[in-house]
């Protein structure tokens, strides 16, 4: 069974913190890796995209990707109360082409 | 900036009745999927389609289920005997290439009562 697993939190901050946020997943093969964020009741939300090992940032998200690890991490900068919600990690490629999501960590960016 | 679109927001139904949930994808886009997320869990994969045709389903995409691109710009979910186990979001997602970004739409709520 091809996984991907997040830790379900929450994971608590306080407001202008750094957050972090984890995943690994099992399929070596796999090739994108995204996040996601999803407020109750709403949709997923693409925060970044990555595709090769490093590090990408865009503004206050910075994506990490190891693929030796099989190791997808999202930084959330200056972290504010409207960042709480639930990020999702997903991953495509490898054996099927889907995404396969995490169950999702909950972040509480308290004031 | 395009978005994915869904109707209806909420569909409420009696169990082994039919319901039609339908997306409208970016219009440049190829690749369609619905996934459907049942409530505290994770967002599953149910089918993807290309080509016109199913390329990839699911363990939970069984015979009662089915996808149709009926014009050049709408996406259905068929379900042809809900089931209480039916009840969740659907999402509905395109992309205009198999490894990128899927964009998703703002999702169905189905309840089977």
């Known amino acids: 069974q091809k996984e991907v697993e997040q830790n379900s939190g929450p994971l608590s901050v306080p407001e202008g913190a750094i957050a972090s946020l984890n995943c690994t997943y099992s399929?070596?093969?796999?090739?994108?890796f995204f996040w996601y964020r999803q407020y109750s009741g709403k949709s997923p939300e693409l925060i970044m995209s990555?595709?090769?090992?490093g590090d990408k940032e865009d503004g206050r998200f910075t994506a990490q990707l190891n693929k030796a690890s099989q190791y997808v991490s999202l930084l959330i900068r200056d972290s504010q109360p409207s960042d709480s919600a639930t990020y999702l990690c997903?991953?495509?490629?490898?054996?099927?082409?889907?995404?396969?999501f995490g169950t999702g960590t909950l972040l509480a960016v308290q004031p | 900036e395009p978005e994915v679109t869904q109707t209806p927001s909420h569909q409420v139904t009696q169990m082994g009745q039919e319901v039609i949930l339908r997306c409208v994808p970016i219009?440049?886009?190829?690749?369609f999927y619905w996934y459907r997320q049942i409530l505290g869990q994770k967002v599953e994969f149910l089918v993807s389609?290309?080509?016109?045709?199913?390329?990839?389903k699911s363990e939970i995409f069984d015979d009662q289920f089915s996808v149709e691109r009926p014009d050049g710009s709408n996406f259905t979910l068929k379900i042809r005997s809900t089931k209480l186990e039916d009840s969740a979001m659907y999402f509905c997602?395109?992309?205009?290439?198999?490894?990128?970004?899927?964009?998703f739409g703002p999702g169905t709520r189905l309840t089977v009562l």
């Open positions: 219009s440049n886009h190829l690749y």
């Open positions: 997602a395109s992309t205009s290439r198999g490894a990128d970004t899927q964009y």
């Open positions: 990555i595709y090769s090992n």
């Open positions: 399929d070596r093969g796999s090739q994108s």
């Open positions: 997903a991953v495509w490629g490898g054996a099927t082409n889907k995404l396969i």
């Open positions: 389609f290309y080509n016109n045709e199913i390329s990839e």
